[in-house]
């Protein structure tokens, strides 16, 4: 049975950071990418990173780039994201996701195991 489970979500003023944390079982974890999205209320879900099988290979939205860092421990089937210097549009349910790819993929769509999200909220 797939699982996909985040935590790591919570309140957090301008300027903070959190760390979210991704579980991962029930399929080949090191042999998909994986990647975290978000959804703002009212807003299309977007990309915010991924990674590649061996950790190596990364990508990150424009919003992102400089002030979140994703990784991976494939010894424990778990993926981090690590972000800094939040700001209030950074308010969104995250999610992590799975697809088994070969190449780097960033569109939703692309991806096929999901978890249930988890809640970070910006505000002073």
């Known amino acids: 049975q797939v699982q996909v489970v985040e935590s790591g979500g919570g309140l957090v003023q301008p300027g903070g950071s959190l760390r979210l944390s991704c579980a991962a079982s029930?399929?080949?974890?090191?042999?998909?990418?994986m990647g975290w999205f978000r959804q703002a209320p009212g807003k299309d879900r977007e990309f915010v990173a991924a990674?590649?099988?061996?950790?190596?290979?990364?990508r990150y939205s424009d919003s992102a780039k400089g002030r979140f860092t994703i990784s991976r421990d494939n010894a424990k089937n778990m993926v981090y994201l690590q972000m800094n210097s939040l700001k209030l549009e950074d308010t969104a349910v995250y999610s992590c996701?799975?697809?088994?790819?070969?190449?780097?993929?960033?569109?939703?769509?692309?991806?096929?195991?999901w978890g249930q999200g988890t809640q970070v909220t910006v505000s002073s």
């Open positions: 029930g399929f080949a974890f090191r042999r998909h990418f």
């Open positions: 996701a799975a697809a088994s790819s070969v190449v780097m993929r960033t569109e939703p769509t692309d991806y096929y195991y």
């Open positions: 990674i590649g099988w061996s950790g190596i290979m990364t």
